[in-house]
Structure formats: structure tokens, C-alpha cells
């Protein structure tokens, strides 16, 4: 099957830092554009960061520029979320997408959990 997989969600304080991975498997990522999305409760969903596909092009919402990075490695098959100087606010579902030649909604993974509390 196609399908991407988050990992390294959890519980940290303000401040803190954590990273997320996103594996894909059943293909490779050569051509796809990758963004990072989050959603929490009565929220909509918001792209958080965004990756070309050779990689020299991100971009950021606004309210995590200076604090996250987006990065990939093809031949890992892996794209990540540093995430650094978490608040309250970063708390939600993170979700990667996977677009190839940035088209279409893409391939989605599950998400994986961040919360960000004392």
C-alpha cells in the first residue's frame, strides 16, 4: 500500500522541543512536494510548513516561522518537523502530505499527537 506514517508525537512542556518523522512506503518521494499540517478541536486544519520538492524552497505559517523546520531525505524516505520552543498553541494532530509534481490532495498519513502543557 501507499501511505505515509507520523511518528514522534507526545507531551512536552513549553519550551521544549520535539521532532516529528513521517515515513513513506509503497513509493518514493522523488517529485513530491511535502507539507506539514495540524489540526486541533474546532479548529480547521492549517498548513504549518511546506517543502519543495528539491528542497531549497520552504515555506511557514507564520505563527511557528523561527521555531519549526521542515526537512526531507529522499533517500531516507523521510520527511521531518524540528520543532522547537514549543506553547500551548502548537498543541494538535500533525499530518504530512505527500503531492507529486504538487498535485492533487496527495497521499495523507493518520497523525500523530502533540501536546504541549505543563
Known amino acids: 500500500q501507499v501511505q505515509l506514517v507520523e511518528s514522534g508525537g507526545g507531551l512536552v512542556q513549553p519550551g521544549g522541543s520535539l521532532r516529528l518523522s513521517c515515513a513513506a512506503s509503497?513509493?518514493?518521494?522523488?517529485?513530491?512536494?511535502i507539507g506539514w499540517y495540524r489540526q486541533a478541536p474546532g479548529k480547521e486544519r492549517e498548513l504549518v510548513a511546506s517543502?519543495?520538492?528539491?528542497?531549497?524552497?520552504?515555506n511557514y505559517a507564520d505563527s511557528v516561522k523561527g521555531r519549526f523546520t521542515i526537512s526531507r531525505d529522499n533517500a531516507k524516505k523521510m520527511v521531518y518537523l524540528q520543532m522547537n520552543s514549543l506553547k500551548p498553541e502548537d498543541t494538535a494532530t500533525y499530518s504530512c502530505?505527500?503531492?507529486?509534481?504538487?498535485?492533487?490532495?496527495?497521499?495523507w498519513g493518520q497523525g500523530t499527537q502533540v501536546t504541549v502543557s505543563l
Open positions: 509503497g513509493f518514493t518521494l522523488d517529485g513530491y512536494t
Open positions: 517543502i519543495a520538492v528539491n528542497a531549497r524552497i520552504t
Open positions: 502530505n505527500a503531492r507529486y509534481l504538487n498535485n492533487g490532495d496527495g497521499i
